[in-house]
């Protein structure tokens, strides 16, 4: 434990992200959208409740990368905590520099543009984070001369807000992987050395495995990564251009000790492919990943989750190892657990587009045979009770109504697997970073007619998964008869809204 109570380097973030989102992760994504239907503070507690902290305002758990750069910073001689938004007064004394991380600072990154752009209404994410970056504790810190660094994957975004830049007094906004810049950036802070604007962290800069330091509080949910980096090589994807690291097992099982001491009992593996986790290039390999699993579930009496995994992964390790219903019976659907969770990407239906955007997203699967394999896989995980929530990229550079029309007939061939499938708009990052981003103006009745079927996809399991899977909690039937609300409301402003935007849309 921390054992100081004065903190020179504060570290947090705005509310929707210091959460357990009532202990499941996807609760989490109600902030990426506006308070539809909802005031915006029951729309707030259903996504983000408040969460439990100690006498200084420490949470009991944290977002992992904000646990990264705490365990970074404390490893080099700073004083230096994860304070909860509420309880940053405390420590305004003390502070020297405040660091403030976020997923998607102004709700530019998916899926949270869509909802913005659909219905109009910014999104809870931004409209608490510059809540909380106008706060009176803020505005004070900064007057006494507090030097403020922001970062996270979302960094980039303040170049996109540069007058809220200004606003804010933000010294310096770090974009990419920081271990191994930060300690040298807070030092310079601490010592009122001039700090530069915007640090990018290149490839070149990416921290060794040694650099990373093991986190020495609880995270949110008890998240831990296992691996970063992705060698498939999408082109609208920004992970792609980092190298593949993965985190040895002790190091793994040191962070679960961590969250379990601190009394989580559950673990999400964070990975952009969990199955490729001391894998072979894009093949996975069995032995490490029962490794992995063996080793977690030693440990983690409560359920495990992935954050992510590759389609085309999870085909071949089935098709060649049978290692999905593997996992699924010997370690994941064990002890009380009744489904796992895993984020996956669709992104096209088209191969066409799949062959020019992201060639080795089927690998080792030609990309012509790209639809096959996610219908595949979407099989696989339904016949192990392994619930995707699947992402679909609208308006990709070089999209034609062809592609659109194929991904329409791949939704409704995944009809009979439960799956919620997000869609989303195309924002330009990764190799296309320069590239427009996708307007609303651009919609055509191809895109309207593809994002109904993904909607009646979506509400049509949703419902099943709630009853059967999810919010089964007795303490979180006040949640559940919300979110029913919730779908019950959509469905109805669906019905309404689909003959207006139709009548509006490019033909
Ligand atoms: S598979 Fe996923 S993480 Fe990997 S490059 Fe493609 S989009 Fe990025």
Same mark, same amino acid.
């Given at each position: 434990? =921390? ?24 609760? $989490?994504?109600?902030?990426? $959208? ?41 490893? +080099? ?40 752009? @659909?219905? $109009? ?13 106008? *706060? ?41 992987? +920081? ?34 330091? %093991? ?8 998240? =831990? ?12 994807? *920004? ?19 961590? &969250?379990?001491? *601190?009394? @989580? ?13 001391? $894998? ?8 490490? %990943? ?29 098709? &060649? ?9 010997? #370690? ?6 009744? /489904?796992? !969770?895993?984020? %996956? !990407? @669709? ?17 080792? #699967?030609? +990309? ?31 999209? &034609? ?24 708009? /195309? ?62 409301? %959509? ?17």
């Amino acid at each position: 434990m =921390i054992d100081v109570t004065s903190y020179e380097v504060v570290i947090t973030s705005d509310r929707t992200m210091m959460s357990n989102h009532h202990g499941k992760e996807f609760l $989490g994504f109600l902030a990426t $959208g506006p308070a539809v239907g909802l005031p915006e503070k029951l729309w707030m507690w259903l996504a983000a409740p408040k969460i439990k902290v100690d006498g200084e305002g420490r949470p009991i758990e944290a977002p992992y990368g904000l646990r990264k750069i705490e365990a970074k910073l404390i490893d +080099a001689g700073f004083r230096a905590a994860v304070i909860d938004p509420d309880h940053i007064h405390k420590h305004l004394d003390g502070m020297k520099v405040l660091m403030v991380g976020h997923h998607d600072f102004f709700a530019y990154g998916p899926p949270s543009n869509e909802w913005w752009l @659909i219905t $109009g209404e910014e999104p809870v994410n931004r409209l608490s984070f510059m809540r909380f970056m106008r *706060s009176e504790t803020v505005r004070k810190a900064k007057a006494k001369g507090v030097k403020v660094i922001a970062g996270g994957p979302a960094a980039w975004q303040w170049l996109w807000e540069l007058d809220f830049w200004r606003e804010c007094g933000i010294d310096v906004v770090v974009d990419g992987e +920081a271990e191994r810049v930060i300690v040298d950036l807070v030092r310079k802070a601490l010592d009122g050395e001039e700090l530069p604007n915007y640090v990018f962290v290149g490839p070149a800069d990416t921290p060794s495995i040694d650099e990373i330091p %093991v986190i020495k509080a609880a995270s949110v949910n008890g998240l =831990i990564e296992v691996m970063r980096g992705c060698p498939r090589g999408c082109k609208f994807c *920004s992970v792609t251009l980092r190298p593949l690291r993965f985190i040895p097992l002790d190091k793994i099982e040191k962070e679960i000790l961590v &969250n379990i001491k *601190s009394g @989580i009992t559950n673990a999400i593996l964070h990975s952009e492919d969990v199955l490729l986790y001391g $894998g072979d290039g894009i093949k996975p390999r069995p032995e490490a %990943v029962i490794k992995l699993h063996e080793m977690v579930r030693k440990h983690v009496k409560g359920s495990i989750a992935w954050s992510h995994a590759s389609l085309a992964s999870i085909k071949y390790a089935e098709d &060649n190892f049978k290692l999905i219903s593997r996992l699924a019976s010997e #370690y994941l659907l064990t002890e009380g657990q009744n /489904f796992l !969770g895993v984020e %996956v !990407g @669709i992104e096209t239906g088209s191969p066409r587009l799949a062959e020019i955007i992201m060639p080795a997203k089927s690998a080792p #699967y030609p +990309a012509s045979m790209w639809p096959e394999v996610v219908e595949d896989s979407f099989r696989i995980m339904h016949e192990n009770t392994i619930i995707p929530a699947a992402t679909l990229i609208i308006g990709l550079p070089g999209e &034609n109504s062809y592609d659109v029309v194929k991904t329409a007939e791949l939704i409704d061939k995944l009809r009979p697997y439960r799956s919620i499938i997000v869609p989303m708009f /195309f924002v330009p990052m990764g190799v296309l970073k320069n590239r427009d981003w996708f307007k609303k103006q651009y919609l055509t009745s191809d895109h309207i007619d593809l994002m109904i079927r993904i909607v009646n996809h979506t509400l049509y399991w949703a419902e099943d998964i709630m009853n059967k899977f999810y919010l089964r909690e007795p303490y979180l039937t006040p949640l559940r008869f919300l979110l029913k609300l919730f779908i019950q409301y %959509v469905k109805w402003r669906l019905s309404r809204l689909v003959p207006v935007i139709e009548a509006t849309t490019h033909r």
